[in-house]
Every structure is written in structure tokens, then in C-alpha cells.
């Protein structure tokens, strides 16, 4: 929101949240139904049934450089601005598609009234001409002088500020904007559409070229890594006047009055307002190199739909807890999924997915291309392995000081909680830890005091163990309901002079039970009234009783001095 919002600021179907795309529904049947029921071809108009793949073109296209743009920043790969991004960023920049809904209503109001929107070739050299000297001239101009006139104070504080809110961009933070200011750009960049509707050269390249021209370059400019070559401008020096780069925009978000120019600075060289650090920025970031991490953490996928709550997937979607699949992933992104199944299979190696800043320390998130079922399929567990020390590996070359494994990335039946890569390669400097101390810490604080019995019920994994362990050490005694449970982990207590708190039950009394994966629905409808399940594993047990209390999966609060921090 902008400092001291003005008239026309919010967009007028806010209140339907991502049901305001509904507004564009009866517009793509009537174009898809004239276009299906036509009985030859030359009546069936073509141009007007391509709007709504049109649309939904630059919503893939959009996305694409959302994912690219944070990959690349959490590698460090060409990075501009080396700051993180907030939650507050991400949920004002969540309706970035309100733009593109907004043109496409407009697009189909000029589609069905303008003599001469309809039935257009798919091709006019002329109107493609036209097109770009009128983007050329008349729009570049008129853009910088209304960028201007947006950072003049009374503008800026209504108005403008909005945008500049986000000073590590993002490429969707190009269209981030009140709906006011919405409206003078639709005029400014319609110009050229419009001449060519009404000099009737228009044609679908003009259209559809000169619309992916803008997000491209939109995108481009707010990416946030510099990702244009110097042998462009060396091979034809006269080009940095007509092409910006990254780096170029990204000094307008820092500095504020300087670099107006949209996507040619000729502009800002002819008025006086080109940023002097311009080229000094754009040859450092050229040059800046993969970021190298202290502590990487090394995580797992785990449904194909889990893929979109990553920081590389729906920037809106990743910055919200994932319980279940959002419906409209499930029935309209499947597509997608089944693509990104495919890249993660093709792939086939880990890929970095976040990254912090704790204290001084680099931190990143590396993913396995495996999901959750896999895990528990054992004829995968050879190529879980094979991923996780590849990991291991990829982090001791580029002189990682800590790895720590997933909770699904180690087990005893997998891997031995991490030992196996350690014998197979002792020389390692990468300590390889699995972060079941610090789990088993957490859990053991949310047990209620003063507790003095407990029952232990699930898959007996090396937190449980452990847990097991601290408590027999406080005197608490530790009871499971099977036998096989109850001899593992009698044998982990082999050397230990309290184990003789750990006993086995047929009692399902206890007030407090920790479980794990295994916990059957029977077992939960057993629990007295009032019982405690606190979960020991990553997944919580599915909550049957309404007279029982269900912790969620133990969590630590986030430390403020944790940088880039929003998914």
C-alpha cells in the first residue's frame, strides 16, 4: 500500500479474491464457442479465440521468470542486490496476475466493439513496423515523463510508493501497482495496438509480440541477477541507449531519482538522470560468482504438488504452510505438475532452493528430486542414497562446513542416520549431521510438567530413541504397547543404568502419548480422555478424537537475525 493512498487505489474486485477470474469466463466462452460452432473456416475468427491463450500465456510466462529469478538468487549466480526478501513483499506482490486480468477484460470489450479487432491475420509486416516505432518513440517518451511525474512527492506518497516498497525485486515487482496507475499504463502501452486496429495492420504477431515484448522486458528489468551479456554491447556499442539491463532498473529501486527510463535509457542519457554507478554495478555483477554456503540443509519433496509451495514455485503459494494441496493446483495446474515430475526426474540430482543469512553465516536449502512415497519404497533406497551423496560430495567440493540430513534423508534402514556416507568417505571436511538432537529438544519441552509416565507409540526412529533415552535419564518412565518397540529400544538402552524405566504395557491409559508413524486409528480411539499425542516424527497424527489434544509437529521460532526468510 502505498504511504498515503489515493483515489482509485485498490483494484475494484479485491473482494473476490482468486475468484476474480471468473470475470474473464464469459468472454473466453463466447469466443470459444463462435469459433467451435462456425461451420467453414473463413467464418471461424481465429484472432479472437487466441486472446484467451494469450492470457494465459503471460500468466506461464510470468511464472517462468519467477522461478528462474529465484533460483538464480539462491545460487548468487549474477546477483544485483544481495539483501532478502520478506513476507510483507511477498503477500503486496501476491495478486500480480490482477494486471493481466485487466487487460484481458479490455483486450475482449475492444475484441467485440471496435470495427476491425476481429478476424485479424496471423501476420502484417506493416502493422508490426508501425508497432515498434510508435514503442519506440511516443511510448518510451511519454513513460519516462509520467515515471518522473509519479516520484514528484504528492504522486509518489499516493500512489507510486507502492511499487518502491519492494527494494529487492522481484520479477513480478514490475507490476505491482495501485489500480489508478494501472490505468495510465493500459492508455500509454494500448497506443500502438490501437493505431493498428484503427489503420487496420494489425495482425496477432503484432499483438501477442508486442505483449511478450513488454512482460519480458518487464520481467527482465526486475529480476534481480544480471543476466545480460557484455559482448552485446561490445558487438554494437550504440545498444546500451536502446536496451537496459537489470542492473539499470535495479539502481532506480535503490537510488530512487535516477534510471526513469522504461526499457530504453536513452532517455535517462538525454535529461541527465542516468545513475552514475551504472556501469560499475553492471560489470560487478557480470562477474559475481556462485555464493558459496557455510551449512547447508538438505530437505526432500513431498507430493508433486509440493513442488509449487517451494520459493521457486507460486511465489504467493510457497509463503503459506503446506497441509494439503490448494484445489485449484489439483484441477488446473496438473499440467505443470506433470512437468515438473518430469524436469525433477530428468535432472536427477539435488538443487538448491532457498537461501539465508543467519548472523554471518551462508545458509542454504538443497532438495532431493524424491518424494515423500518413494521414501518408504525400499527398492528405492539405493537411488535415495546415490542423490544424498552426490549432495554430500557437491558440498565438500564447494567447501560447505556443515550438511544437515532431512529427517527423511536418514534413517537406519536407509543409510544409518547418515553414518554410511561417513565410512564410505572418511576424509570428509563437510560434518554430516541429521539434527535429531535438536529435535529431540524440542519435544522433550513440550511435554507438560510435571509428567512421570509416558507412553511410546510408532516407528522407533533415532529421535525416538533418544527421547527415549532423556527421559529414563529424568526418572520418567517410558512405556510402549509392542514388543518389537519395546526390545529396540531396550537394546539402545543396553549400557544405560535407568533403562529399567522403560517398560512394556498393555495399558493405553497413560496421559501422555508420543507417537511416530504407525499410530493406527484404532490404537488413538483406545486413549483415555484428555490424552496428550505429541508427534516425534516430521508428519503429526490425523486428529480422530474430539475429547484428546493434538500438538502440531514440535517447531522452533524463527530468530529475528534470520535473513530471507519467506516461504
Not at 3 to 24: A, D, M
Not at 380 to 393: C, H, T
Request: glycine share 4%; aromatic share 14%; hydrophobic share 40%.
Amino acid at each position: 500500500m502505498a504511504s498515503t493512498p489515493g483515489i482509485l487505489t485498490e483494484w475494484p474486485w479485491k473482494s473476490l479474491g482468486t475468484f476474480k477470474h471468473v470475470l474473464l469466463v464469459p468472454f473466453a466462452i463466447k469466443s470459444t464457442y463462435n469459433y467451435l460452432t462456425k461451420d467453414s473456416p473463413e467464418e471461424r475468427d481465429f484472432s479472437t479465440f487466441m486472446a484467451f491463450p494469450l492470457l494465459l500465456w503471460r500468466m506461464l510466462h510470468n511464472q517462468i521468470w519467477i522461478s528462474l529469478s529465484r533460483y538464480i538468487n539462491a545460487k548468487g549466480n549474477n546477483r544485483i542486490l544481495d539483501r532478502g526478501l520478506e513476507f510483507d513483499q511477498v503477500d503486496r506482490e501476491k495478486n500480480w496476475d490482477d494486471q493481466i486480468l485487466f487487460n484481458g477484460i479490455w483486450f475482449y470489450v475492444g475484441i467485440f466493439t471496435i470495427d476491425g479487432a476481429q478476424n485479424l491475420p496471423l501476420w502484417r509486416s506493416d502493422g508490426v513496423l508501425i508497432t515498434i516505432l510508435l514503442h519506440t518513440t511516443f511510448v518510451e517518451f511519454a513513460y519516462y515523463w509520467l515515471h518522473r511525474a509519479l516520484h514528484h512527492h504528492y504522486l509518489y506518497n499516493r500512489y507510486h510508493s507502492h511499487h518502491h516498497s519492494s527494494i529487492v525485486t522481484e520479477p513480478i515487482t514490475s507490476v505491482i501497482h495501485p489500480f489508478a496507475e494501472h490505468i495510465a499504463y493500459f492508455v500509454l502501452f494500448a497506443t500502438p495496438i490501437l493505431t493498428t486496429l484503427f489503420t487496420r495492420t494489425a495482425s496477432i504477431a503484432s499483438i501477442a509480440g508486442y505483449m511478450t515484448y513488454i512482460d519480458f522486458m518487464n520481467n527482465l528489468g526486475h529480476c534481480n541477477f544480471e543476466l545480460v551479456p557484455k559482448s552485446l554491447f561490445s558487438i554494437f556499442p550504440p545498444l546500451k541507449y536502446f536496451m537496459y539491463t537489470p542492473s539499470f532498473h535495479s539502481l532506480h529501486h535503490t537510488q530512487f531519482r535516477t534510471n526513469y527510463s522504461l526499457f530504453m535509457p536513452l532517455y535517462d542519457y538525454l535529461y541527465g538522470t542516468m545513475d552514475k554507478s551504472t556501469d560499475s554495478l553492471y560489470e560487478t555483477s557480470l562477474k559475481r560468482g556462485e555464493e558459496s554456503a557455510q551449512v547447508v540443509y538438505l530437505t526432500h519433496l513431498t507430493t508433486p504438488e509440493s513442488i509449487f509451495h517451494l520459493q521457486v514455485g507460486f511465489a504467493h503459494v510457497s509463503s503459506k504452510p503446506y497441509v494439503s494441496p490448494k484445489w485449484y493446483i489439483m484441477m488446473f495446474m496438473w499440467p505443470l505438475t506433470l512437468w515438473s515430475i518430469m524436469i525433477t526426474w530428468i535432472y536427477g540430482r539435488p538443487f538448491v532452493v532457498e537461501r539465508h543469512r543467519f548472523n554471518r553465516l551462508n545458509v542454504q536449502t538443497w532438495a532431493i528430486p524424491k518424494y515423500k512415497l518413494q521414501y518408504s519404497l525400499q527398492w528405492q533406497n539405493a537411488s535415495i542414497n546415490s542423490l544424498v551423496e552426490e549432495a554430500i560430495l557437491e558440498a565438500e567440493e564447494k567447501g560447505v562446513k556443515v550438511l544437515s540430513l532431512g529427517l527423511l534423508n536418514q534413517s537406519e534402514e536407509l543409510n544409518a542416520y547418515g553414518a554410511l556416507y561417513v565410512k564410505r568417505h572418511p576424509e570428509l571436511k563437510t560434518k554430516v549431521v541429521d539434527g535429531s538432537s535438536l529435535a529431540v529438544a524440542v519435544i522433550l519441552n513440550t511435554i507438560p510438567k510435571p509428567t512421570t509416565q509416558v507412553l511410546l507409540r510408532g516407528k522407533i526412529t533415532k529421535v525416538a530413541s533418544l527421547v527415549a533415552l532423556a527421559l529414563c535419564h529424568k526418572g520418567i518412565q517410558v512405556a510402549t504397547l509392542r514388543e518389537d518397540e519395546y526390545t529396540k529400544l531396550k537394546n539402545f538402552l543396553l549400557n544405560v543404568d535407568s533403562k529399567s524405566n522403560l517398560v512394556l504395557t498393555k495399558s493405553t491409559s497413560y496421559q501422555v502419548w508420543l507417537v511416530g508413524d504407525g499410530l493406527s486409528e484404532e490404537e488413538q480411539l483406545k486413549a483415555s480422555k484428555g490424552t496428550v499425542f505429541i508427534p516425534f516424527s516430521q508428519f503429526q497424527p490425523k486428529k480422530l478424537r474430539k475429547d484428546c489434544f493434538y500438538h502440531y509437529t514440535p517447531a522452533m521460532l524463527t530468530p529475528k537475525s534470520l535473513e530471507n526468510v519467506h516461504s
